[in-house]
């Protein structure tokens, strides 16, 4: 079956302990992307990649970082996580075509809520 | 990314057709047209999508206005699975999807 997986679905953390947030697709899609969301600001993209070795900062990447070394594989790192950290995050994933996410749909996760304290 | 407007909330009967409108005006000639939407406590799922001509897929389908400045999203016949929050998108050649508040859809038994 065709899938975004994240780990771990929930997760309650105090400041400053770092964690790792990870994402596989099996879908040998090239794109992937985080987002979060918070009530009343919507879904924000936080880091995006195009293809392995290949990042790039969306709206909101600020204490966050990201790797791509497989294709299957974007974990999301918080280094020194924050309680505005607090938030639902979705990994997502698509093909790209010419270079762009033009007439291509994007495969979502189920979530991580993490809870910073 | 050109911007979309949709109403905050809808609300429909079961078994009935339903039609969420989407206005976005300042579109450019390359932009997509996307339709997610987001069930209670699940990521986004991807609906339909189009450039210029109307849409039918197994969930839905999609008309788009002559002059592209607005589009619909129909349901033919609404189940209370389909109660969900409905984003509309424009997808311009930015690497990424801008949600806005979307539509809140209601399904009445």
């Known amino acids: 079956e065709a899938q975004v997986t994240q780990n771990p679905r929930y997760l309650i953390t105090v400041t400053g302990k770092k964690l790792t947030v990870t994402c596989s697709q099996n879908?040998?899609?090239?794109?992937m992307s985080w987002y979060r969301q918070d009530p009343g600001l919507g879904l924000r993209q936080i880091y995006y990649?195009?293809?392995?070795?290949?990042?790039d900062k969306g709206d909101v990447p600020e204490g966050y970082k990201v790797s791509r070394k497989e294709k299957r594989n974007f974990p999301l790192i918080l280094e020194s996580p924050s309680p505005n950290q607090t938030s639902l995050y979705f990994c997502?994933?698509?093909?790209?075509?010419?270079?762009?996410?033009?007439?291509?749909?994007?495969?979502f996760g189920p979530g991580t809520r993490l809870t910073v304290t | 990314d050109a911007k979309t407007t949709q109403p905050n909330s809808m609300e429909s009967n079961e078994e009935e057709p339903v039609h969420l409108p989407c206005n976005h005006s300042?579109?450019?000639?390359?932009?997509?047209i996307h339709w997610y939407r987001q069930l209670p406590s699940q990521g986004p799922e991807y609906v339909i999508h189009?450039?210029?001509s109307n849409v039918n897929n197994r969930m839905a389908s999609l008309a788009i206005a002559e002059d592209r400045k607005s589009s619909t999203l129909i349901l033919h016949r609404a189940t209370l699975r389909d109660a969900a929050v409905y984003y509309c998108?424009?997808?311009?050649?930015?690497?990424?999807?801008?949600f806005g508040q979307g539509t809140r859809l209601t399904i009445n038994p």
């Open positions: 990649s195009m293809n392995v070795e290949v990042t």
């Open positions: 300042t579109i450019s000639g390359t932009d997509y």
């Open positions: 879908m040998n899609h090239e794109y």
């Open positions: 998108i424009l997808i311009g050649g930015a690497q990424k999807l801008v």
């Open positions: 189009g450039l210029t």
């Open positions: 997502a994933s698509s093909f790209v075509g010419g270079g762009s996410l033009l007439g291509h749909e994007q495969y």
